[in-house]
């Protein structure tokens, strides 16, 4: 699992509140992703981070921003939640060897 | 633009090989094929991938057809545990954004008892 956490696992929000979701890992990779996952959907890439401070955007980042001021954390933060973010969110970072990925638990959010 | 189509589910039972088939037949030359997997409510978990030469790990085995197009996921011996949605992707192997993985729908497998 390359040492991935997130958190909270689940939570339940308002709209309207602001809500942050945090990845972790203990491997010091560079790269860092945030995906939602939706029926439907399929897995979305949000932003992604390339290093310390570096971060760019994925096809569905409006209504998110993330920040990463050391290399374990990566953050994951929506700033007035709305009912069309209730989503499953995954944490994912890129292995050394083969650019392949490893996902975290996910965090399962709810915004009512 | 889905760059990889996969039939929608298959079943095997439980201590047979399970072959997974998927096609890519717009594969540049630069991408590889990578193939996860993701249990109910789990995270999806990286299985193997290969360019263009067969390959094989502790999970699995990648059969690729020479002309790139097709490729085969082979579980040796399917236990229940292996039930789960089996996505097939092409992606360059540099990382970014460029290599972000876009799952399609994959293909449900279920193996019984």
């Known amino acids: 699992d390359a040492g991935i956490t997130q958190s909270p696992r689940h939570k339940v929000t308002e709209t309207g509140t602001p809500v942050t979701l945090r990845c972790h890992q203990t491997?010091?990779?560079?790269?860092m992703y945030w995906y939602r996952q939706d029926p439907g959907h399929g897995l979305r890439l949000i932003h992604y981070?390339?290093?310390?401070?570096?971060?760019d955007k994925g096809e569905v980042s409006d209504g998110y921003s993330v920040s990463r001021s050391k290399t374990e954390d990566f953050l994951l933060t929506l700033e007035s939640a709305t009912s069309s973010q209730t989503s499953v969110y995954f944490c994912a970072i890129t292995g050394r060897e083969f650019n392949e990925q490893y996902f975290g638990p996910g965090t399962r959010l709810t915004v009512t | 633009d889905a760059k990889t189509t996969q039939p929608p589910s298959m079943d095997c039972a439980e201590g047979r090989a399970a072959n997974l088939p998927c096609n890519h037949s717009?594969?540049?030359?630069?991408?590889?094929v990578y193939w996860y997997r993701q249990i109910h409510s789990q995270g999806p978990q990286y299985i193997i991938h290969g360019l263009k030469n067969n390959e094989t790990n502790e999970m699995a085995s990648l059969i690729i057809t020479e002309d790139r197009k097709s490729s085969t996921l082979i579980l040796p011996h399917a236990t229940l545990r292996d039930t789960a949605v089996y996505y097939c992707?092409?992606?360059?192997?540099?990382?970014?954004?460029?290599?972000?993985?876009?799952f399609g729908k994959g293909i449900t497998l279920s193996v019984r008892p």
């Open positions: 717009t594969i540049s030359g630069n991408e590889y």
């Open positions: 981070s390339y290093g310390v401070k570096d971060t």
């Open positions: 491997e010091n990779h560079r790269y």
């Open positions: 992707i092409v992606r360059p192997q540099a990382p970014g954004a460029n290599s972000k993985l876009t």
